[in-house]
C-alpha cells in the first residue's frame, strides 16, 4: 500500500489504468526476486493483449532502477519494449559512485551513502554489484524504450540520474532529464499537498500520454 497515493496521481493525470506490482523485496527475497517478479508481471501484461505500445513502465528509487532493469532484461529476453519509462530518483549504482552521493551529505535528508550500502548489501546478498539486473547503470541501454527522468537537485542520488541520461542517450535512446531544484528523493509522493510535487506528477501523465499517443 505504500505507493497507492502516487499510483492514484498518476492514473488520474495520465487518463490510464494502472497495475502496481507487489514484488518481493529483500531481505526475505534477495536479487534476483524483484527482477524475476517484475518480468513475470510484464509478460503477463502482455498475455491479457495489451500492446506493448500501450504500456509504460515506472517506478520511484529502488523500483526506479528496477524498470530500467526491466527495460534491459526485456531486451536481453527478445521481449518487446514498452512505450517508454518513467522513473522518479531511480537507484542505478549499488556502489555509490556519484559525486552527488557526498556533496549533498545533510542536503538529502532521506537517503545517504550508509544507509544505501546498508541495504544494497541486503539486496545483494553476495550477487555482484555490477549485474545490470540490480545495477542498471552498468548495463547496455542501446535498443530500450524511451525514458523521462525526473530527480530532485538536493537528493543524493542525484548523479545516478544524470549518468543514466547521458549513457542512455549515447546509446541513441530518446532521453527526458528533468532536475527539479531544491527538490528531496522522491518527492513526488507529495503530490496533492506541495506544488512542486503536484506539477512534477502532472508532467510524468502528460508525458505518458504523448508516449503512448504516438504509435
Given at each position: 500500500?505504500?505507493?497507492?497515493?502516487?499510483?492514484?496521481?498518476?492514473?488520474?493525470?495520465?487518463?490510464?489504468?494502472?497495475?502496481?506490482?507487489?514484488?518481493?523485496?529483500a531481505p526475505e527475497n534477495p536479487h534476483?526476486?524483484?527482477?524475476?517478479?517484475?518480468?513475470?508481471?510484464?509478460?503477463?501484461?502482455?498475455?491479457?493483449?495489451?500492446?506493448?505500445?500501450?504500456?509504460?513502465?515506472?517506478?520511484?528509487?529502488?523500483?526506479?532502477?528496477?524498470?530500467?532493469?526491466?527495460?534491459?532484461?526485456?531486451?536481453r529476453d527478445g521481449v518487446a519494449q514498452?512505450?517508454?519509462?518513467?522513473?522518479?530518483?531511480?537507484?542505478?549504482?549499488?556502489?555509490?559512485?556519484?559525486?552527488?552521493?557526498?556533496?549533498?551529505?545533510?542536503?538529502?535528508?532521506?537517503?545517504?551513502?550508509?544507509?544505501?550500502?546498508?541495504?544494497?548489501?541486503?539486496?545483494?546478498?553476495?550477487?555482484?554489484?555490477?549485474?545490470?539486473?540490480?545495477?542498471?547503470?552498468?548495463?547496455?541501454f542501446t535498443g530500450i524504450a524511451p525514458?523521462?527522468?525526473?530527480?530532485?537537485?538536493?537528493?543524493?542520488?542525484?548523479?545516478?540520474?544524470?549518468?543514466?541520461?547521458?549513457?542512455?542517450?549515447?546509446?541513441?535512446?530518446?532521453?527526458?532529464?528533468?532536475?527539479?531544484?531544491?527538490?528531496?528523493?522522491?518527492?513526488?509522493?507529495?503530490?496533492?499537498?506541495?506544488?512542486?510535487?503536484?506539477?512534477?506528477?502532472?508532467?510524468?501523465?502528460?508525458?505518458?500520454?504523448?508516449?503512448?499517443?504516438?504509435?
Open positions: 500500500h505504500s505507493h497507492r497515493k502516487l499510483t492514484a496521481h498518476l492514473a488520474v493525470q495520465s487518463n490510464c489504468n494502472v497495475l502496481s506490482v507487489d514484488y518481493r523485496l534476483p526476486a524483484s527482477i524475476t517478479d517484475a518480468m513475470i508481471s510484464y509478460k503477463w501484461l502482455l498475455k491479457q493483449g495489451h500492446a506493448p505500445s500501450k504500456i509504460v513502465i515506472s517506478g520511484d528509487s529502488a523500483g526506479g532502477g528496477l524498470s530500467l532493469a526491466l527495460l534491459l532484461a526485456a531486451k514498452p512505450a517508454g519509462a518513467v522513473v522518479f530518483s531511480p537507484w542505478v549504482d549499488l556502489v555509490g559512485t556519484g559525486e552527488s552521493m557526498d556533496s549533498k551529505f545533510g542536503i538529502d535528508l532521506m537517503v545517504n551513502r550508509h544507509a544505501l550500502g546498508l541495504m544494497a548489501a541486503m539486496f545483494l546478498n553476495g550477487a555482484s554489484a555490477n549485474d545490470p539486473y540490480a545495477a542498471p547503470l552498468n548495463g547496455d525514458l523521462y527522468i525526473q530527480v530532485g537537485g538536493d537528493e543524493a542520488l542525484l548523479d545516478d540520474s544524470t549518468r543514466v541520461a547521458v549513457k542512455a542517450a549515447h546509446a541513441g535512446v530518446s532521453v527526458l532529464l528533468e532536475v527539479f531544484p531544491e527538490m528531496q528523493h522522491v518527492f513526488q509522493a507529495a503530490a496533492g499537498m506541495i506544488p512542486e510535487a503536484t506539477d512534477a506528477v502532472e508532467k510524468a501523465g502528460r508525458w505518458i500520454q504523448r508516449t503512448c499517443n504516438n504509435f
